[in-house]
């Protein structure tokens, strides 16, 4: 009985590699490793340097090469364990598209498939979210906001900088730590609103309220914060108080359809949180920041947009399943197009792709860094499903099909945008 169990293993093994040298025969250069789950390995091609092992756990883990949504499934199979990812996780994303996007024959679809399917089932229980609701209705909204953000204060505290930024920073060296990069990226947004002492200063979707908090000490303007999310609401608040700040900053839980009731603004300032608007919900975005501000008012409107020449997924994504819930990235042509229909006057547009790819980096191997303490906080499952998650935006980014906006619009009145004529003091 023992060495039938032995010849089945051993059948698994020989089936599976059999498998992976047929997906990755049109992959160059291969430059890492696979560990099966009986200890058998294919090392990189010669002369690569090897910059991960992709180490598959048992020989069910494969099958999940013969569903349609293979990038879901291949997301899926990394986070329930059947992978695991040693060395530079980054790295993987290559072929993994590779593998997501294989268009193969008829044969070697039948080659393949008689491979797979002769390995056992690998059957998981899809996590994710199951949210209640109308998309983008107020409430559905906010169990999104809490699906993602109120995982833990604690959590984002061990990745983020001591700010608690989480958006993308602005580096003046690819040298600078995280730290000092989004300190520099609040001051750049800061020059750029061009914030006067005793000025009202909105911020939607305020995060832990670093932003604010960075305006009322340095700009001594009146800051107010909105968020959906209950525990940013708590530590914005305390962050607030214990900076003495409580007759210049504050921070409300409250939809930015429901803002008219804070009266208007000079200024008004989104970072990373048009993602969460949804496209057919971005005219009453707009309109709503555009009715807040005083004539002659700004807004900058920082956010992830998709590269035009890239096709928006359609059905089930991973990152809407177990990260942002109900998040859609449209290009920033579709963004400015329904900005100037609220009434704005584009004035500034600048992509720091760049910078949020460095910054992607950066909370990644933080969050490496403190694993242990990752897992006890949020669990495995949470844990890897983050890794991934920002190793994969990392990815886009530095390919080109994800971008970092920062749009400057300006409520003119009567034709005068009160804009001067070079934007000299934003780099001072």
């Known amino acids: 009985m023992a060495e039938r169990s032995q010849a089945v293993h051993d059948q698994y093994s020989a089936r599976g590699m059999s498998a992976l040298q047929a997906l990755l025969e049109n992959y160059h250069p291969r430059n890492f490793a696979i560990a099966l789950w009986d200890g058998a390995t294919w090392d990189p091609e010669p002369g690569q340097f090897c910059r991960f092992t992709w180490h598959i756990n048992h020989a069910g883990a494969l099958r999940a090469l013969l569903r349609s949504d293979r990038q879901v499934a291949l997301g899926e199979a990394y986070i329930f364990g059947d992978f695991d990812i040693s060395g530079d996780i980054l790295a993987c994303f290559g072929v993994s598209e590779h593998l997501a996007s294989e268009n193969w024959s008829s044969a070697e679809k039948l080659r393949l498939g008689t491979l797979l399917m002769g390995l056992p089932s690998a059957a998981r229980d899809v996590a994710g979210t199951s949210l209640r609701g109308r998309v983008h209705s107020r409430a559905r909204d906010r169990q999104a906001i809490k699906f993602h953000y109120d995982v833990s204060n604690d959590f984002y505290r061990l990745w983020l900088d001591p700010a608690m930024v989480y958006s993308c920073a602005y580096f003046n060296s690819v040298d600078d730590s995280l730290q000092t990069a989004q300190q520099q990226k609040l001051d750049y947004i800061c020059r750029k609103l061009r914030l006067r002492r005793g000025q009202r200063l909105l911020d939607i979707g305020c995060g832990w309220g670093g932003l604010i908090l960075h ?100 059905g089930r994504t991973f990152i809407r399943t177990y990260v942002f819930p109900d998040s859609e990235l449209v290009s920033i042509s579709t963004m400015l197009h329904s900005a100037e229909r609220a009434g ?37 499952l949470k844990y890897r499903i983050w890794r991934l998650y920002l190793a994969g935006c990392a990815h886009y980014m530095q390919n080109g099909e994800m971008d970092l906006y920062q749009s400057l619009l300006v409520k003119a009145e009567d034709g005068r945008s009160g804009m001067p004529l070079t934007r000299q003091d934003w780099y001072r």
Request: aromatic share 8%.
């Open 215 to 314: 305006a009322a000490k340095n700009y001594g303007v009146r800051a107010i914060g909105i968020t959906l999310s209950e525990q940013q609401l708590t530590l914005a608040q305390q962050r607030i108080s214990e900076a003495k700040l409580l007759s210049q900053c504050e921070v409300r839980l409250l939809d930015y359809r429901d803002a008219a009731q804070l009266g208007h603004f000079e200024k008004i300032v989104s970072v990373g949180m048009v993602e969460h608007v949804g496209r057919v919900q971005l005219p009453e975005y707009f309109e709503q920041a555009y009715e807040l501000l005083e004539p002659g008012g700004v807004f900058i409107n920082h956010g992830i947009g998709r590269s035009a020449t890239v096709a928006a997924p359609e």
């Open 344 to 380: 704005f006057e584009v004035r500034d547009v600048e992509n720091l792709r760049e910078h949020y790819f460095l910054t992607l980096c950066r909370w990644l191997r933080r969050l490496e860094a403190n694993e242990r303490r990752a897992r006890d906080l949020v669990g495995d």
